[in-house]
């Protein structure tokens, strides 16, 4: 054991012993203690250097780089206004469609009521005369289904009999004091066919020789995309450049009996006219200056509703006139438009509405017989407290209320009258424009006519299959009820 005791051990063991004995240690001499809070031994100790790597040398040769977000269109920008001439673009015909053999035609042999109520529930097609005109009045939609057939057709329905039996009511044949003025609003639920109708009762109205004006949908009166501005008298809103382009559309849809009309009456207009001039003549020289298009008008409408005089001259003779208003609802509330006091012109302060309500109040006379048809949207329904309040009164009172209704919560039950709501204010001008108004509800087809439109689906080779009782009720019930536009969906537009 002495031996692995070195001699720097014994010194340094002599050293402690003579330490502890005697005085505290030297100054220069560190004291130890259990334990320490200096910040020297506080702080983390500080981390150790990896080894030191060389960055890996770059890859020799071309590599791909792709820009994000960078597309180069080569093909032209569509213009200004092609997007939407391409989605309201109409297409009448398909060429690939199969042509139905023996289809009649909606002519003046069909345009009876008599000839009418024994062709319901068959397909009619539109003659070339009528399909231009009805063209130029707008009245047919992107969302019919024209495009699927080789010619456009429609479907003669009960409804398109009581409108061809009130057309000869209104003309009243040779007796001028047998001639009346129908009136009349169509609605239902989406897709039931109100368009349609309005386009069958103006082909039955070109048919016998009318003249037809169209205002195809109300929310272009109302939404503020054209110009206005207010007229003399301060009250009513001018819109010059609608105006033109519904005159183009009336002399353009009406030419052949607007050109055998003349003017017989001197009216006072920012312009020479010639005395004989014809109807046709005169609204084409409105269409073509937009800021005389409004007193063109009102001389135009002066003209058509003049008494007819048919022992004076030629060219004195006037036929019945035929008014017609799609998407009405738009028109029965406050417009886009602002007057000089930042607030809502009200959609009867713009002129041609007003000209309009006039007619439908009977404020303007229609004494050579004439109709006035309007439908309610569904696709794009304004909201109008008023309109949907005298709709559900004056229908509920051609079905009397006290007779039981089926309501599918309560079943059979006579139900009270719809009150109105006292938090809604009631719109006096669209309740004096209703008040002459009849109400009429367009519903689903019945099952022998929704079998007579399939089975010209069938011929024209868009549904394939026998047409069968089994087939046509189904389809009739998925359409809930025969909704025309339901039993075209699920007829002819849906494939499994």
């Known amino acids: 054991m002495s031996r692995s005791i070195c001699s720097r051990c014994l010194s340094r063991s002599q050293f402690t012993l003579e330490t502890s004995a005697s005085s505290p240690l030297p100054l220069n001499t560190a004291q130890r203690a259990a334990f320490s809070t200096t910040s020297a031994l506080a702080a983390n100790p500080p981390k150790k250097k990896g080894p030191v790597t060389a960055k890996p040398a770059s890859r020799q040769g071309k590599t791909l780089r792709l820009n994000k977000n960078v597309r180069e269109?080569?093909?032209?920008?569509?213009?200004?206004?092609?997007?939407?001439?391409?989605?309201?673009?109409?297409?009448?015909?398909?060429t690939n469609a199969l042509e139905v053999q023996g289809l009649q035609d909606l002519n003046l042999e069909n345009s009876s009521a008599e000839k009418l109520a024994h062709l319901e529930g068959?397909?009619?097609?539109?003659?070339?005369?009528?399909?231009?005109?009805?063209r130029t009045l707008d009245v047919f939609?992107?969302?019919?289904?024209?495009?699927?057939?080789?010619?456009?057709?429609?479907?003669?329905?009960?409804?398109?009999?009581?409108?061809?039996?009130?057309?000869?009511?209104?003309?009243g044949g040779e007796d001028a004091n047998a001639k009346q003025v129908i009136k009349r609003i169509l609605f239902g639920e989406k897709g039931s066919g109100k368009t349609v109708l309005q386009l069958q009762a103006m082909?039955?109205?070109?048919?016998?020789?009318?003249?037809?004006?169209?205002?195809?949908?109300?929310?272009?009166?109302?939404?503020?995309?054209?110009?206005?501005?207010?007229?003399?008298?301060?009250?009513?809103?001018?819109?010059?450049?609608?105006?033109?382009?519904?005159?183009?559309?009336?002399?353009?849809?009406?030419?052949?009996?607007?050109?055998g009309m003349q003017l017989s009456m001197k009216h006072t207009l920012p312009f020479p006219v010639q005395e004989n001039i014809s109807l046709s003549r005169f609204a084409e020289m409105g269409a073509n200056n937009a800021e005389n298009a409004?007193?063109?008008?009102?001389?135009?409408?002066?003209?058509?509703?003049?008494?007819?005089?048919?022992?004076?001259?030629?060219?004195?003779?006037r036929p019945p006139l035929f008014l017609g208003f799609d998407a009405i609802d738009h028109v029965m509330r406050l417009s886009k438009?602002?007057?000089?006091?930042?607030?809502?012109?009200?959609?009867?302060?713009?002129?041609?509405?007003?000209d309009f309500t006039?007619?439908?109040?009977?404020?303007?006379?229609?004494?050579n017989g004439g109709m006035i048809l309007a439908a309610v949207s569904e696709s794009n329904r304004a909201a109008s407290e008023t309109l949907d309040y005298l709709l559900d009164t004056k229908y509920g009172a051609k079905t009397n209320w006290a007779e039981p209704r089926f309501n599918p919560h309560t079943g059979w039950k006579a139900e009270p009258m719809p009150a109105w709501s006292p938090y809604a204010p009631f719109d006096e001008r669209v309740g004096k424009a209703l008040e002459k108004m009849d109400v009429q509800?367009?519903?689903?087809?019945?099952?022998?006519?929704?079998k007579g439109l399939m089975e010209y689906y069938a011929l024209s080779g868009v549904l394939r299959g026998a047409v069968t009782e089994r087939l046509v009720g189904e389809k009739w019930s998925l359409s809930g009820g025969g909704i025309i536009g339901e039993l075209e969906k699920a007829a002819v537009k849906t494939r499994i």
């Open 294 to 317: 409004h007193a063109v008008y009102i001389a135009l409408m002066k003209e058509l509703t003049a008494p007819s005089k048919p022992t004076t001259g030629k060219g004195q003779q």
């Open 203 to 259: 082909a039955l109205a070109l048919n016998k020789g009318w003249v037809v004006l169209h205002f195809p949908n109300g929310q272009d009166l109302t939404n503020n995309q054209t110009s206005y501005h207010p007229d003399e008298s301060g009250k009513l809103y001018v819109q010059p450049e609608y105006t033109a382009n519904l005159l183009k559309t009336i002399a353009s849809a009406n030419q052949k009996v607007l050109s």
């Open 441 to 450: 509800k367009v519903e689903g087809l019945s099952k022998a006519e929704a």
């Open 337 to 354: 438009y602002l007057n000089s006091e930042a607030g809502l012109v009200h959609a009867h302060d713009l002129a041609l509405v007003n």
């Open 122 to 134: 068959q397909v009619l097609a539109l003659t070339d005369a009528q399909v231009s005109a009805l």
């Open 358 to 367: 006039r007619y439908m109040t009977g404020e303007h006379a229609l004494p």
């Open 141 to 171: 939609k992107p969302t019919q289904a024209w495009n699927l057939f080789r010619k456009p057709a429609t479907v003669i329905r009960k409804e398109t009999v009581e409108i061809a039996k009130a057309l000869e009511s209104a003309q």
């Open 73 to 94: 269109s080569t093909g032209k920008p569509p213009a200004q206004g092609e997007r939407k001439a391409f989605r309201k673009k109409i297409v009448l015909s398909n």
